[in-house]
Structures are given as structure tokens and as C-alpha cells.
Nanobody
């Protein structure tokens, strides 16, 4: 059974930084495609960043140049480094894994429907 547990959320002032982590337990982590999604208050879920099994990355336009996704296979952990945070980055952040049929195309498109497993989320609040 695959489980994803996020941490690192919190409250920060605009311009600040946070690092989110997602520990993965279960099957062969190195073969997963993984991504971060977020859901702002009162809005739908949106893709933030993704990384495939070749470590190719993709980012939503709204976070390019400010966020960096990475993974440490030895620690089975996915990270999201967030800098220059803005109030509009306020959201519940979720990590997700595309496990059953890992798809590089799904990661490139930040396709939430392709994700098989989800964490429970960590809240990021950015104040102005």
C-alpha cells in the first residue's frame, strides 16, 4: 500500500520561503512519477510542479522561477522549495504519485486525474 505524508506547511509573510516534504512508503519509489498540487481557498485543485522517473521537471507558469521540485530516492522523499511566496500561493498543498502506469505525459500536463495516490495535504498561508 502506497502512502504519502506531507509536512512543512505553515504561515509566512510575502517574500518568504518554505520547503515542503512528502515521504513516500510503499512500492518502488524510484519508478514513480510525482507531483505537487494545490487548492486555494474556495477554488479548484491546480497543478504546481511535477517530476518524472527520469527526473525531468515541469512547473505551472505561476510558480516558474520561484518553486523547485526535487526528490531524494534514498530518503523516499519528494520536496517543493518555495521562494518569493505571494498571498496567491496560499493553499492546501498535496503531493501525489502516479504509480500504476507512470506517465511522463501526465506529469508534463500536471494531470491530477492520472495520479493514483494522494497525501492528506499541508496548509501554506502567505500573508501580505
Amino acid at each position: 500500500q502506497v502512502q504519502l505524508v506531507e509536512s512543512g506547511g505553515g504561515s509566512v509573510q510575502a517574500g518568504g520561503s518554505l520547503r515542503l516534504a512528502c515521504v513516500v512508503t510503499g512500492y518502488d519509489y524510484s519508478q514513480y512519477c510525482m507531483a505537487w498540487f494545490r487548492q486555494p481557498p474556495g477554488k479548484g485543485r491546480e497543478g504546481v510542479a511535477g517530476i518524472d522517473y527520469y527526473d525531468a521537471t515541469t512547473y505551472a507558469d505561476s510558480v516558474k522561477g520561484r518553486f523547485t521540485i526535487s526528490k531524494d530516492n534514498a530518503k523516499r522523499t519528494l520536496y517543493l522549495e518555495m521562494h518569493d511566496l505571494k498571498p496567491e500561493d496560499t493553499a492546501m498543498y498535496y503531493c501525489a504519485a502516479d504509480v500504476i502506469f507512470p506517465s511522463r505525459a501526465a506529469i508534463e500536463d500536471l494531470d491530477s486525474s492520472a495520479m493514483d495516490y494522494w497525501g492528506t495535504g499541508t496548509l501554506v498561508t502567505v500573508t501580505s
